[in-house]
């Protein structure tokens, strides 16, 4: 931007113009004042002198003749300064101090005769063609015992004396005034420069600041307004090249974290402008530079989009699994409310899914393996039972190898319910019917306990969609559990039909599950008590395919227990 250099002109015009008006004011008055008082002065005196000569005049009009009174009036000249004229109510002048009456003109329009005639005093000022110059005329009427005006006496004065006196004062004044407009603009030039190379010297500091050169400083060593702005200006300056230092340094901070974190991360403000990012999530959508710009500019995958726009627009956390160019990525997005932001973090899980699968794979293939000689082991032991009265060991080993071939039977349940093309099949089936039949499964055991089973349902209908055969594995694994954790008491089982779920509570009177252990008996081979459950032939399988089952039905187990009180499961599958 250009910009025009102002500033000096305008100060020396303020400054001349500051000066002159005043100037020519000061004369205008003077000169009006002084010649009206001055006039006011002579005026007065001249009708003084007019009536002072008044009495005189009149008997001279009534004794002498014309040619003695013009004598009389001629020698009065040499005392005074003015001019006296007699002047008849014809306007013919009989005498005058200075010419000769009959030589002069007829003054009967003169101003100050026709204000005379009508008994004024009369009053004029003119230029007088006989003397040449301003005069004063003053006139007053002679009247006769019969008040008739017999004649007019007319003083008058030359104003040249006044005129040359205010000449003189006006010129002493301009002369005064002059002296005084030149040190009034040496003044102002030279605070004027005083005052611009202070502003120069501000300008050129923020120009550099403009420019980004932080941390200069501005030198006015003056003690004034100048210096206190400097002052201030250099604070801020050290401020703001303090304040740059550490942005910088927060900003170097956060781009090595950002580039040494794994994961892709993508932070978005709420107009969706991209304010910050790592290589990571640039390689994911292979873009480059895409700070401060749309994500929808350069983010070409549309679930990602819509995952986004999703976050942005109900500023929920929440997670997604997505498939990005032959990887799995887990994008969690979540809303940073003090920046006001939106925070987006990609896990690449390809490598933990692939581990998973070559470990599903194992387990399946190796379960597969050992159930074939197992099963041989056992049909030899049954003969070898037949055939041996020592029975002690056979059932030693009977028993060691039913719990391996249970243990392995779970182990293949779970790998098909891991399994990718795991398929459900969906029917209709009475819950208190497959529950009464899963009960009979445990009777023996039941009476060894001597524990009651109640089944209560508020609902006249208790039928419910799902996989009848897997959640009947379910229900085993659950009600076997709450029979074996119990030993002595009720095992409740409740069902109802609320918004759209099957709701199905397991309660006992058991041992109870320790707070700390209630996340991860979901987990494979988890058992609380690792001897206890050896002493009662449990893997810690069962909770595991009872959770798989479950999530496949896209439901959900919670688990609620107080030790030595008992425990309470409750299934959620949606209808
Ligand atoms: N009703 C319950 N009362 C108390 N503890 C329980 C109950 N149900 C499960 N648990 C605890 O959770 C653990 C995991 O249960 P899970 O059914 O997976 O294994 P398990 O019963 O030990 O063996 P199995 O594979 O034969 O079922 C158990 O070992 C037990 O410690
Ligand atoms: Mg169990």
């Known amino acids: 931007m250009k910009f025009k250099k102002e500033i000096p002109k305008r100060l020396i ?25 001055s006039i006011k002065i002579y005026e007065s005196n001249l009708v003084e002198i007019a009536y002072m000569l008044e009495p005189t005049i009149k008997e001279k009009l009534f004794s002498d003749d014309e ?100 000449n003189r004062t006006i010129l002493n004044i301009v002369l005064i005034s002059l002296i005084g407009l030149s040190i009034g603009l040496i003044l102002s030039f030279y605070y004027s420069r005083y005052f611009l190379s202070n502003i120069n010297e501000i300008k050129n500091f923020l120009k550099e600041l403009s420019k980004k050169n932080y941390g200069k400083k501005i ?27 550490s942005y910088k340094k927060e900003q170097e901070e956060i781009n090595t974290i950002l580039s040494s974190i794994e994961e892709g991360v993508l932070v978005i403000n709420s107009d969706g402008l991209i304010t910050l990012c790592n290589q990571v999530f640039e390689n994911i959508i292979k873009e480059i530079d895409i700070i401060n710009k749309h994500y929808w500019e350069v983010v070409k995958n549309i679930e990602i989009v819509d995952f986004i726009k999703n976050i942005l627009k109900t500023k929920e956390t929440q997670k997604k699994e997505i498939y990005i160019k032959n990887k799995n990525y887990l994008i969690k997005g979540f809303y940073l409310k003090t920046i006001n932001e939106f925070v987006f973090t990609f896990f690449d899980t390809s490598s933990i899914k692939k581990i998973e699968e070559v470990k599903r794979d194992f387990v399946r293939d190796a379960s597969h393996e050992l ?53 459900l099949e969906i029917s209709e089936f009475d819950f208190i019917e497959m529950i009464n039949n899963v009960i009979k499964i445990f009777s023996n055991k039941i009476k060894e306990k001597n524990l009651k089973i109640k089944i209560d349902t508020d609902n006249y209908n208790t039928k419910m969609k799902g996989d009848p055969y897997k959640l009947e594995q379910v229900f085993i694994n659950l009600i076997d559990n709450a029979i074996k954790y119990t030993e002595k008491g009720e095992i409740n089982i409740n069902f109802y039909l609320k918004e759209g779920n099957a709701i199905i ?71």
């Open 13 to 37: 015009i303020t400054s001349l113009l500051t000066i002159l008006i005043p100037i020519i004011l000061i004369v205008t008055i003077t000169f009006f004042y002084v010649r009206d008082s």
């Open 67 to 166: 040619i003695k009174i013009d004598e009389y009036i001629k020698s009065l000249k040499s005392e005074k300064e003015f001019r006296l004229t007699i002047i008849k109510p014809d306007g013919s002048v009989i005498a005058d101090s200075i010419l000769d009456p009959t030589s002069m003109e007829n003054h009967k329009s003169r101003e100050e005769i026709i204000e005379a005639l009508n008994g004024q005093i009369g009053k004029s000022i003119r230029y007088s063609s006989s003397t040449e110059e301003d005069m004063l005329y003053i006139s007053l009427p002679v009247y006769d015992s019969f008040n008739n005006i017999i004649s007019i006496i007319r003083v008058s004065l030359s104003l040249k004396e006044l005129n040359s006196l205010i």
């Open 219 to 245: 030198i006015i060593k003056k003690q004034d307004e100048f210096g206190e702005i400097a002052q201030y200006l250099n604070v801020l300056s050290s401020e703001l090249e303090e304040n740059i230092k």
């Open 371 to 423: 159930k074939t000689p197992l099963t041989a082991i056992k049909g030899f032991v049954e003969t070898l039972e037949e055939e041996i009265d020592e029975k002690k060991y056979i059932e030693i080993i009977k028993r060691n190898v039913d719990r391996m071939i249970n243990i392995i039977n779970d182990l293949i349940t779970l790998s098909k319910l891991e399994d990718k093309d795991v398929v």
């Open 505 to 575: 509570e397991i309660i006992d009177t058991g041992i109870g599950i320790p707070e700390e252990y209630l996340d991860r008996i979901f987990e494979r081979f988890y058992v609380v008590n690792k001897s206890r459950s050896r002493e009662l032939g449990g893997t810690g399988l069962g909770l595991s395919i009872v959770k798989h089952i479950i999530a496949l039905h896209n439901g959900k187990i919670e688990v609620k227990s107080e030790v030595g009180k008992g425990s309470k499961f409750i299934i959620t599958i949606p209808q």
